[in-house]
Every structure is written in structure tokens, then in C-alpha cells.
């Protein structure tokens, strides 16, 4: 049975992701986390048989940027999904609340009124311990569960 970083979920029952094609939209900023979370996701497409061929990436600056890089990537129709990572970590100011809020908002609603599933994997949390827990460490690899769902949205 080959599984998911972190998650604990058989691959092989997942739906067929045979010429299915993904695009990983990546933030630049906190690169140490998104790297990770990029790395998750990309191993996890690939166990599930995703050729290399059909992952493609994408970077912005930061977590807002998602938004509209995600919008253009899903209307181009070149992909089945787009997978959005980011990682947002609180800081002294209400930008925390104000980025994190928008970046959410904002993928909602293109997938709300998009044609292609966008999935949100940004990591927003209170310090960089939990972003590292949650990027490969304690708590596993989000990216490697936004794999999944991508591969399960795309078959929807």
C-alpha cells in the first residue's frame, strides 16, 4: 500500500489520475515552508501515478498573489487542478488576519466560478514551529493531502 506523507490514505483507491495534468501555484515567501509543502505535493502526485510530464509549477511573491496566478492558470483549461501553497505566519500586525482572509476569499470564489477545482493548501499559522510541523514534520505534509484532493476534484 503506498500512501500519502501524512496522510493516511491507500493511493491506490484514489480515482485514476492517468492524463490528468496539475498545476502547483507556489508562494515564494516563507520558501522554507512552501518548498516543503511543494515537495509533498509533487511526491504524492507522482506515487499516485501522475507523470512528470503533467505537474507543473508556477511561483508568485507571496500568498495573495495566489489568487490571481490561480485565475489564470485555471482558465488557460490546461490543467485538471491547480493546487495554491502558500504560508502565511501570524506577526505582530492585523496583516495576518487581513492576508489570510483574502487569500481564503479569494480561492473561494474561483472555485466558485471557475471551470477547474483550485485547491487551497496555505498554511496560516502563529509561528514557524507549527508551519515546519505542518510542512513535513510532527503533523505530516499538508501538500501531500492537497495532492489528494486535487486528484479526487479532478475526477468530480
Request: glycine fraction near 8%.
Amino acid at each position: 500500500m503506498s500512501t500519502a506523507q501524512g496522510a493516511n490514505v491507500d493511493l491506490k483507491k484514489l480515482p485514476s489520475s492517468k492524463g490528468k495534468r496539475f498545476a502547483l501555484v507556489v508562494s515564494e515567501w516563507n520558501s522554507e515552508i512552501t518548498d516543503n509543502l511543494k515537495s509533498g505535493a509533487r511526491e504524492t502526485l507522482l506515487t499516485a501515478g501522475v507523470k512528470t510530464k503533467d505537474i507543473e509549477e508556477f511561483y508568485v511573491p507571496g500568498s495573495f498573489e495566489l489568487i490571481h496566478a490561480c485565475k489564470v492558470v485555471s482558465e488557460s483549461l490546461e490543467f485538471d487542478s491547480v493546487i495554491a501553497i502558500g504560508s502565511i505566519i501570524r506577526g505582530e500586525t492585523s496583516h495576518f488576519d487581513y492576508v489570510c482572509q483574502g487569500v481564503s476569499n479569494g480561492i473561494a470564489l474561483l472555485n466558485a466560478n471557475g471551470k477547474i477545482p483550485v485547491i487551497l493548501c496555505v498554511l496560516t499559522d502563529d509561528n514557524m514551529q507549527q508551519s515546519i510541523d505542518r510542512s513535513g514534520g510532527k503533523y505530516g505534509n499538508k501538500g501531500a493531502e492537497a495532492s489528494i484532493a486535487a486528484i479526487k476534484m479532478a475526477s468530480f
